[in-house]
């Protein structure tokens, strides 16, 4: 058994010291020091204690032991330690892994104090080799001894159990201790001598005693509970002491169940002592490295183990198989460290240093690496540190191929390689449905000769994309594009890097290059006129779409169904049901809540559309923009080589104009016009072939002015011209005469529907090709709608609005507007319904095709966009505004506008009747004079509106009167025409 002694000092020395100390220090026998007998230490004091502890650490050398007993003055009674595995200290899992946490803190100091004094950044993994399979050490790790196999060499002796089984007539079985003097007695024969002997021998024996004292008699002999005895383990293990172990235990079962050789012990000379004399030397590396436990000798009663202090030591590390600090035992050479280390790796170099501790010169580095060998016979001494380096990771001469190839990578270059036969092997993709290949350029990055810079040219393919017989050189790098690398230059990412206050794009690296290094003026000034044209032509300008969509262009309504429902959003849910709510001007409540702008079908009992009174949305800002615009999706070459991205601006050729696929096409020096034509996909049906406008970048260069040329590409020498970077090729459209755009027509016509036009056709030219008017017809009535006039109208009731507010504002600070809230919601109705009204575009104009024939000045130009509709003849009048009972009543011919005024109730209290007004069907508005005094008669056709306004001289007659009427006046008008366009739906 052993002495485990907490303690606050490190306790390093020999078991035969320490027992001889404590014989000094309390006068105990020899003999009863080494029984390890626990009762010793429980008749000291605790000063005597502190003594032995003392004594023991003056006896064994600094840094032996692990630091396990650090809790010295606890109290503590050391516990002696057996072969089941000792007390349940070791076995508590938390100080079990609290003890491997400080063992490795141990091994990374050591580490750090061998390596202190280098400056060769060596592996943190480096540690001294083979102290690791100690950490964490522990006697519960092995089987218990009951279920050992014993072999058959296995020396019997005291305290053995032999059992023994008898089969005869009566069968018997009978389990006999090996006594003191070495004898077993067996019931019937008599003691037997068996101590000494072997297992194979004393089963021998036993069964001849048996058959020659019994009869017929059959014996079967084995072994039961071994007996245990007492070792020693002293020197630099991490727990010396006595130990009980079993009677199979071997030197290294010892070592484990003392914790371990300690960190300042040797693994390559452990000794084996009996009787005084060592009868075995363990190598532990003989163990480790090679599996070779033949100097792992079966203890015997009274052995010590005997662990010295560790040896000389290398550090090996780098490009090898087992990089650590290695104990020396015999080794001399770098190649025998190299063999401990388990060889080089594949990766290793010939570049191999020792840094070694030279007395004469403090730290030295020693190169054995020569002639691209490693110097194996250089000797090596303790303290040295090998760094074996690893190979360079850069391959040299080599050629590198990224882009539209079917094998991209790293090739091998050799003298006399040709672009030609690396693209043989890499394999450029030829073009099919999912992408195209790029044909005018191909790019090669080099190193200048002089320089030794890195530099991009562009070499141009021969017929049928052949590739140029270009000499290759170590390291170039060499780009095969295809069509969406190159469509990418022409993006809106690109555009906004260029201009230098677009949004970032950290996705594609060759933005950032391209933001950082763009310097180039010709590749800046194709940009912004590509662009500039791009969007002149209508090109496919996300934005634009988003822009038109937020203004209501009718461009972008569906055609199919016209309605002014697609002009500002309608509010779900809310409806009105019959024609004499088709106008409301400020009859809300109080707060301007219900001021809202109510447009009707024209037909009573049909449903009609509140569109929101609230304020228009403000259109985004140019930042907003970029952002609202998806973004390009980045090539993957962008990404791979982000600095071709610049180089590729600075070679293009700016197309644009009636070719298949407008942009930005880079070129090498000398290509032909027409590989560029090809690029862009050659001109479309309308390109005319005879007047391409072209200005060259170079002769700008040669003169200092640009100049437009007018080229033929319908001539193979024109097509065979040489195109430089930063030339520019406007292909122009033939003229053909027709306008892009169609005229629609609805309601009354023969055939109504969709008619394109050529420039100058008129209306009454539309009428004819559409059959005529039917006899239904209302000419007088008809509604013409323009999508220039809707902006313009647009435009002024913005301006209208502006000013209105204007106005309010001026005459509430001014006094002269009364402070009501009724007088402030209802000009505030009115103001949000400038804003939020839709705007129809009407053009008043005459449509009747017998009054064009005579009147040919009248028949006005028809343009793309415009619609026609063209209503049944009605038979009613519409009376609205600030009557009694506004709506819808009947014709009847000769009435003035005040019997229809009568019709519905007559004036309200708060109607204006001077300033009556009324919608003819053509669209115009006439003022009507309803006062007693001032009465003049104005005839009514059918289908007219007559609208009665609110009295506005209460709110500010001098101020808003004015403005008022011609607002309303504008509304109403929007809202007949509306009524016309929703009946012919």
Known sequence: MRFELPASRRLIGEWVRCAATALVLFGCGIAAAQSGSPDILDTLSPEQRQQLIDAYAESRPMGSNDGSFEQYGSGEVPQARGSDGGSGVQDDPVLGAERQRQARQRVLQLRRQYLRFTDTPFSANLEPFGYSLFIGAAPSTFAPVDNFPVPADYVVGPGDLIRVQIYENNNASYALEISRDGAINIPGIGPVDVAGLRFAEVQQTVRAQIEQRIIGAKADVTLGRLRSMQIFLVGDVNQPGSYTVSSLSTMTNALFQGGGVGLSGSLRKIQLKRGGRVVSTLDFYDLLIRGDAHADLRLMP????????????????????????????????????????????????????????????????????????????????????????????????????????????????????????????????????????????????????????????????????????????????????????????????????????????????????????????????????????????????????????????????????????????????????????????????????????????????????????????????????????????????????????????????????????????????????????????????????????????????????????????????????????????????????????????????????????????????????????????????????????????????????????????????????????????????IVQSLESSPTVGRVVTETDPQVLAARPELDIVVEPGDKLYMPKRPATVTVTGQVLNAGTVAFVSGRDASEYIDMAGGFTQGADDERAFLILPSGQARKLETSFWNFRRVDVPPGSYIVVPRDATPLNGWVLSEKLLGIFSNLAVSAAALAVIGDNN
């Not at 030591?313 to 190649?335: M, T």
């Not at 090498?668 to 050659?682: N, Q």
């Not at 005459?811 to 507007?817: K, Y």
């Open 302 to 829: 009274g052995d010590v183990i005997f662990v010295p202090p560790v040896g000389a030591q290398v550090a090996v590390d780098g490009e090898v198989k087992r990089p650590a600090i290695y104990e020396l035992d015999g080794e001399r050479s770098v190649g025998q460290m190299l063999e401990l280390a388990g060889g080089l790796r594949a990766s290793s170099s010939a570049a191999a240093t020792i840094e070694r501790v030279s007395p004469s010169h403090g730290r030295v580095i020693v190169d054995i690496g020569r002639d691209g060998v490693i110097e194996r016979s250089a000797p090596v001494h303790d303290g040295d540190a090998i760094k074996i380096k690893q190979v360079s990771p850069r391959i040299e001469d080599k050629v590198r191929v990224e882009g539209f190839v079917k094998y991209p990578g790293r090739y091998q270059w050799s003298a006399g390689m040709s672009l030609a036969d690396v693209l043989q092997v890499a394999a450029p993709l030829s073009s099919d449905s999912g992408e195209e290949a790029y044909f005018p350029a191909i790019l090669i990055e080099r190193t200048t000769e002089a320089g030794g810079v890195r530099r991009w040219s562009a070499l141009q393919r021969g017929p049928g994309g052949l590739v140029p017989a270009e000499s290759l050189r170590p390291n170039d790098l060499i780009v095969v594009l295809s069509r969406s690398d190159v469509e990418y230059l022409s993006s809106s990412d690109v555009r906004s890097a260029v201009a230098g206050g677009g949004r970032q794009v950290s996705s594609c690296p060759g933005l950032d290059q391209l933001t950082r290094l763009l310097s180039s003026q010709r590749a800046s000034r194709l940009v912004h006129i590509f662009a500039s044209e791009r969007d002149s032509f209508g090109m496919s300008d996300q934005w634009g779409d988003i822009q038109e969509a937020a203004n209501g262009d009718a461009r972008n309504r569906d055609d199919s169904a016209p309605s002014y429902d697609g002009y500002l959003p309608a509010t779900p849910g809310q409806q009105v049901q019959n024609r004499d709510q088709a106008l409301i001007l400020g009859q809300g409540s109080a707060n301007g809540q219900g001021d809202a702008f109510i447009t009707g079908n024209g037909q009573a009992g049909r449903s009609a559309r509140l569109v929101s009174s609230g304020p228009r949305s403000q259109l985004p800002s140019s930042a907003a923009r970029q952002q609202l615009a998806p973004a390009s999706q980045c090539p993957r070459i962008y990404q791979r080589v982000p600095q071709i991205l610049p180089f590729l601006l600075e070679r293009s050729v700016a197309v644009f104009g009636e070719v298949r696929r407008p942009g930005l096409y880079p070129v090498a020096d000398g290509t032909a016009l027409r590989s560029v034509v090809d690029a862009a996909g050659g001109l479309t049906a309308e390109g005319n072939r005879e007047n391409v406008e072209y200005v060259s970048y170079a002769q700008a260069l040669d003169t200092g002015q640009s100049r437009y040329q007018t080229l033929d590409v319908g001539q193979d020498q024109t097509l065979a011209i040489d195109m430089h970077p930063g030339d520019i090729l406007n292909f122009r459209p033939v003229y053909v005469g027709q306008e892009n755009g169609v005229v629609r027509l609805y309601g009354e016509v023969r055939f109504p529907g969709a008619y394109s036009i050529i420039r100058g056709e008129r209306l009454s030219d539309i009428i004819r090709r559409a059959g005529g008017l039917t006899d239904q017809a209302y000419p007088y009535g008809a509604v013409l709608t323009r999508e220039s006039a809707r902006r313009a109208e647009q435009i002024t009731n913005q301006r209208a609005a502006k000013d209105l507010r204007e106005a309010l504002v001026t005459a509430v600070t001014s006094g002269a507007l009364p402070d009501s809230d009724a007088s402030s919601g209802f000009l505030s109705g």
